[in-house]
């Protein structure tokens, strides 16, 4: 019991966190560019890895760059964090915090429908009820909440959010058929390689890494620690005190919640009725999934274990 205890204050702290980037997120891109933040981040959270694994007792971290591991990691790199942050953060400079945060939270209705072809699952006709209302959901938020009308409000932005909703899934599914190594040490590798990529990234785009300001700095060293890195850590190790991990997992779905007050605190943006009444569609999709599969003909439980 006391350990459960320990695995739900835990889990309350990571989605503490996790509710507050939508803000830090949108702030910090009134100084920085998009790339260039997900850059100075990426370099914040490797260096706070590095320094938790270190500490750690269980993890060689030497071990870990095998070509064996290398490979999978440049794999899964490829698509979290560089594709996955990309695409978002550009979606945070085109919408508002709210929208871009709430679309960004239907990568579980993807994961069911990647689930067919990358899995090999069967999607049951109940599935596509719990979609549909998804669906719902992503219409009101994108058309501002004249779902009839179908005039999406910077559809280019919306896309792009939606989008990364695909990388986020694509990636969990790797890191769902990837059980030999240990999740730290994934998400470690994982972030080292992708900073490449995103150097690279810049290279390529002919952009030049100009000194950051001080908000720049802050911005990335707050998303760096507490998006990339030390709440994954601290959310894992809620899962692994939990006696019963789904109980722990559902609670993630707070976080949306508990985001819109930070983004209409801190960030100003006065929220939408339309945001909450498709937010609520979303999340409401979503739990129908979960609750139609733990009946026993789709069970999605393993993803659960770890999300976000």
């Not at 009134?30 to 914040?44: K, P, Y």
């Not at 669906?135 to 938020?141: E, L, N, Q, S």
């Not at 986020?168 to 730290?184: F, G, T, V």
Request: no cysteine.
């Amino acid at each position: 019991m006391q350990n459960q205890k320990k695995a739900y204050l835990l889990a309350l702290v990571a989605i503490l966190f996790w509710s507050t980037m939508s803000s830090a997120f949108k702030i910090s891109l009134r100084f920085i560019e998009f790339d260039q933040l997900l850059f100075w981040s990426a370099i914040f959270g490797i260096m706070a890895l590095t320094i938790i694994l270190l500490s750690s007792k269980n993890i060689n971290l030497k071990k870990q760059f095998t070509l064996r591991n290398i490979k999978k990691s440049a794999i899964m790199g490829f698509f979290n964090p560089f594709l996955y942050y990309i695409v978002l953060l550009k979606a945070y400079s085109l919408l508002e915090a709210q929208v871009a945060g709430i679309l960004n939270y239907t990568w579980p209705i993807v994961l069911v429908i990647l689930s067919v072809p990358l899995l090999k699952q069967k999607i049951p006709i109940y599935s596509f009820v719990a979609l549909f209302v998804s669906f719902i959901g992503i219409i009101v938020i994108g058309t501002d909440g004249a779902p009839l009308d179908m005039e999406f409000n910077e559809p280019w932005g919306i896309f792009l959010a939606l989008l990364s909703s695909i990388f986020w899934a694509i990636y969990w599914i790797l890191n769902l058929k990837d059980k030999k190594r240990k999740s730290e040490e994934k998400i470690f590798l994982n972030l080292l390689i992708g900073f490449f990529y995103v150097a690279l990234y810049l290279i390529i785009t002919g952009v030049k890494i100009s000194p950051p300001s001080w908000q720049s700095i802050a911005g990335s060293a707050y998303i760096g620690l507490f998006e990339l890195s030390i709440t994954f850590v601290i959310w894992l190790n809620a899962l692994k005190l939990s006696s019963n991990t789904a109980k722990v997992s559902n609670l993630v779905y707070l976080s949306p919640f508990v985001a819109l007050f930070w983004i209409n605190l801190t960030v100003g943006e006065e929220i939408h009725l339309s945001t909450i009444v498709g937010l609520v569609f979303i999340i409401a999709g979503i739990l129908l999934q979960q609750f139609l599969s733990s009946r026993g003909r789709f069970d999605k439980s393993e993803i659960a274990n770890e999300t976000k």
